[in-house]
């Protein structure tokens, strides 16, 4: 069974860093994309950034420059930097990864999600 389990969130003041961890487990297979998505109190969920397994990356423009996303494939572990943040950054992050069981169609996995607050 696929799992994919967050980590890292918390509250932190407005200009804080924090550093978001997700780790799969049950995966044997080749994962595509991951990456983080966010949703915040009475807002859709919205993409924040994403790595190809080639590294090619995909940054929402409301992060570029304070969020870095990087990637273990060998983990099956993707990990989100987040600097300078802001109380707009508060929300649910949501770990995302793409990929294709054998005799499976492709699909994307999800995490439970964790929860970052910004404190101005």
């Known amino acids: 069974q696929v799992q994919l389990v967050e980590s890292g969130g918390g509250l932190v003041q407005s200009g804080g860093s924090l550093r978001l961890s997700c780790v799969g487990s049950?995966?044997?297979?080749?994962?595509?994309?991951m990456g983080w998505y966010r949703q915040a109190p009475g807002k859709q969920r919205e993409l924040v950034a994403t790595m190809t397994s080639g590294g090619d990356t995909n940054y929402a423009d409301f992060v570029k420059g304070r969020f870095t996303v990087s990637r273990d494939n060998a983990k099956k572990a993707v990990y989100l930097q987040m600097n300078s943040l802001q109380p707009e950054d508060t929300g649910i992050y949501y770990c995302?990864?793409?990929?294709?069981?054998?005799?499976?169609?492709?699909?994307?996995?999800w995490g439970q999600g964790t929860q970052v607050t910004v404190s101005s």
């Open positions: 049950g995966i044997t297979f080749h994962l595509d994309a």
């Open positions: 995302l990864a793409g990929g294709r069981a054998p005799y499976r169609d492709y699909r994307d996995y």
